[in-house]
């Protein structure tokens, strides 16, 4: 009986490529390097540094299980919440724009999942990002302490109000639609610094690219995207002060 099953469960996994397939990490490293290949790099992003980064994060760590074999796809997927994680080429793009230097301190916006957050580790000194829902903050803390993200800072909190205690930051990066940039982000930017945030006017969004020019915030348009809104604060004064 027990030779029975054991050659029942060999004849499973053997004929059965579905499951063999998602329990194999090459298998999703393969996905990876095609996600790489077609959907970042065949756009224009060339950044070795960006594109290794990218290739490294397993991306189909932060997504529900359900959607593990959809996560290398070119679009973004539910996290839970009502929220999602980025289109891959978008969070490549978002980075790019940020130009990450190893020496940088950044704050993120927005944590989700703790995707962008994850790549963003691997190219900058610390990264110190902000969540609002407290479900999905803390399960991102525990997701990037078991996966060996050190230098991640994960707070439960409103982004609104940046993170004082840790500013000035050298990059912030936005990953949820706003109206305007928040004073105290503003504040807590170095001079020189950058700002990547989608920005919503009359129901469009566009990506944004701002510099922090003698104390005044310089915005580029870059791209149309599509993001989650902003919460919390913002929703109570949605004009600036
Ligand atoms: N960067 C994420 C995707 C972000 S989706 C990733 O890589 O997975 C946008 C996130 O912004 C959502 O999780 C949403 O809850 C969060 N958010 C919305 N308003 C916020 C606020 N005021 N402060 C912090 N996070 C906020």
């Known amino acids: 009986m027990k030779k029975l099953l054991k050659l029942l469960t060999i004849s499973i996994i053997l004929f059965c490529p579905k499951m063999k397939k998602e329990n194999s990490e090459e298998y999703y490293t393969k996905l990876r390097e095609r996600?790489?290949?077609?959907?970042?790099?065949?756009?224009?992003?060339?950044?070795?540094?960006?594109?290794?980064?990218?290739r490294?994060?397993?991306?189909?760590?932060?997504?529900?299980?359900a959607f593990r074999e959809e996560s290398y796809n070119d679009y973004p997927l539910?996290?839970?919440?009502?929220?999602?994680?980025?289109?891959?080429?978008?969070?490549?793009?978002?980075?790019?724009?940020?130009?990450?230097?190893?020496?940088?301190?950044?704050?993120?916006?927005?944590?989700g999942s703790g995707y962008q957050a994850a790549v963003l580790s691997l190219l900058v000194k610390e990264v110190y990002t902000i969540e609002i829902i407290e479900k999905l903050a803390k399960e991102a803390e525990k997701r990037l302490k078991e996966l060996g993200y050190h230098n991640i800072k994960v707070k439960w909190g409103d982004g609104f109000e940046g993170?004082?205690?840790?500013?000035?930051?050298?990059?912030i990066i936005i990953t949820c639609a706003l109206?305007?940039?928040?004073?105290?982000?503003?504040?807590?930017?170095?001079?020189?610094?950058?700002?990547?945030?989608?920005?919503?006017?009359?129901?469009?969004?566009?990506?944004?690219l701002f510099t922090k020019e003698k104390g005044e915030l310089i915005e580029k348009v870059c791209d149309y995207v599509r993001f989650v809104p902003m919460r919390g604060r913002i929703e109570v004064e949605p004009e600036e002060k």
């Open 35 to 54: 996600m790489v290949k077609e959907q970042i790099e065949a756009r224009g992003i060339k950044d070795q540094r960006i594109l290794k980064a990218m």
């Open 163 to 171: 993170w004082q205690e840790y500013a000035p930051f050298d990059k």
């Open 179 to 208: 109206p305007y940039i928040p004073k105290p982000l503003k504040e807590q930017l170095k001079e020189g610094g950058k700002i990547v945030a989608p920005m919503e006017k009359d129901g469009i969004q566009v990506l944004s």
């Open 78 to 111: 539910p996290i839970g919440e009502g929220q999602t994680i980025s289109q891959p080429f978008i969070v490549a793009l978002m980075t790019y724009l940020l130009e990450p230097e190893t020496s940088d301190k950044v704050l993120e916006i927005g944590t």
């Open 56 to 65: 490294e994060v397993k991306r189909h760590l932060f997504v529900p299980e």
